[in-house]
């Protein structure tokens, strides 16, 4: 697609287009801005990611997730590992470690995933292509119970392609997206799942729960929140990287908006550790609105390269290159600022002229 959009510049810059997309992008930079951000009003209505906080709350399933009181809790020590990452076992090539009552994190430093013990089997929650059978030894580690249920936090296989190791009564729970996108790719590493659900799934294992919810397609398909209230923790897969800066195509997602709009609605949850799929150390609430700052400032950077930038037959890599010469210059001090900052720009350019 890129290609093609790049093939047409000189048609695009012939026939005047460029100036017009200028000139009605310019006028609207402050709304584009205030998208993602709670605090900021737009005709006394409050904005919520790329939508009003007011048709958030409508929108919403109106059966609610069941709250479930439980004795289980998140481990103080836990939040070290918010700080510093876990140091992985040379042999293994993996750390698997407790942060809450039977619940697990397990990670190889690059990759992330967590499961439960129920006393009547383990909840697995996603199995990373790459760590292929060290999950089921990871587990063998902690616990004597076999993985009972698998929970895909979304499509993708680098995050689920191990899911076939499983024992073979699994059951497989995942979004109706995510379902009838493995179903239609016939991938014998990605099971198609047996149990799917809409807007929000209560799994109840033993003495543990989750509650699994859509909050919108922020990444891919059938992106999901996975949710246990009694540890305070969630899993939200590949949305971002917890003091890190965001993987190229700003985690390749689908949809900026919705990527945007997600932020708000988890912070609105009651949590203190989110798993994120990826990098050595857990997150928080704080590296979540630190990310959602470092999103809306690169937005603000590709309508600033927008705004002060000239037609030329580089046009588009030239308001890249702008965009992520500001936002290099604004983070510094970022991890991996400068790995994919032109094609995180490349995502917001297009965001803000044509979405």
């Known amino acids: 697609m890129n290609l093609l959009v790049f093939a047409f510049i000189p048609l695009i810059l012939s026939l005047g287009i460029i100036p017009a997309l200028q000139s009605e992008i310019i006028p609207n930079a402050d709304a584009i801005k205030a998208k993602g951000n709670s605090l900021t009003e737009t005709n ?4 919520c990611g ?3 906080c007011s048709e958030i709350s409508e929108t919403q399933n109106d059966s609610p997730p069941m709250i479930i009181k439980s004795e289980k809790k998140l481990f103080a020590s836990t939040i070290d590992y918010t700080v510093t990452g ?3 076992d040379p042999e293994k090539g993996y750390a698997v470690i407790e942060i809450g009552d039977g619940l697990y994190w397990l990670t190889d430093g690059m990759y992330q995933l967590m499961f439960l013990t129920t006393g009547e089997g383990v909840i697995l929650v996603d199995a990373p292509m790459g760590m292929g059978t060290k999950i089921q030894q990871a587990i063998s580690d902690v616990t004597s119970e076999k993985v009972t249920h698998f929970i895909y936090s979304h499509i993708h296989k680098d995050h689920v392609g191990s899911a076939s190791l499983l024992p073979k009564d699994t059951v497989y729970i995942s979004h109706i997206d995510t379902a009838e996108h493995l179903k239609m790719k016939n991938d014998p590493q ?3 799942p047996t149990v799917t659900f809409h807007d929000n799934f209560t799994l109840m294992v033993g003495d543990q729960f989750l509650e699994l919810s859509y909050l919108g397609p922020f990444h891919s398909k059938g992106d999901i929140v996975i949710y246990s209230p009694s540890h305070k923790v969630i899993m939200a897969v590949d949305l971002f990287h917890p003091n890190a800066a ?3 195509f700003m985690g390749i997602t689908r949809d900026v908006g919705e990527h945007l709009a997600v932020h708000d609605k988890l912070l ?5 550790v989110i798993v994120s799929g990826h990098e050595p150390i857990l997150g928080t609430p704080e590296h979540l609105k630190f990310n959602k700052e470092f999103t809306l400032a690169v937005l603000d950077n590709a309508i600033t390269a927008i705004q002060t930038t000239q037609p030329s037959a580089n046009y588009f890599g030239d308001l890249a290159n702008k965009c992520a010469e500001l936002t290099v210059e604004q983070y ?6 400068e790995v994919y900052p032109v094609e995180n720009c490349v995502t917001m350019v297009f ?3 044509i979405d």
């Open 44 to 47: 006394s209505k409050k904005v």
């Open 50 to 52: 790329d939508r009003l």
């Open 86 to 88: 876990p140091e992985i």
């Open 190 to 192: 990605r099971p198609v």
């Open 246 to 248: 965001p993987f190229q």
């Open 268 to 272: 609105a949850m009651d949590w203190e």
């Open 332 to 337: 510094s001090d970022l991890k991996d600022i």
């Open 351 to 353: 965001y803000a002229m």
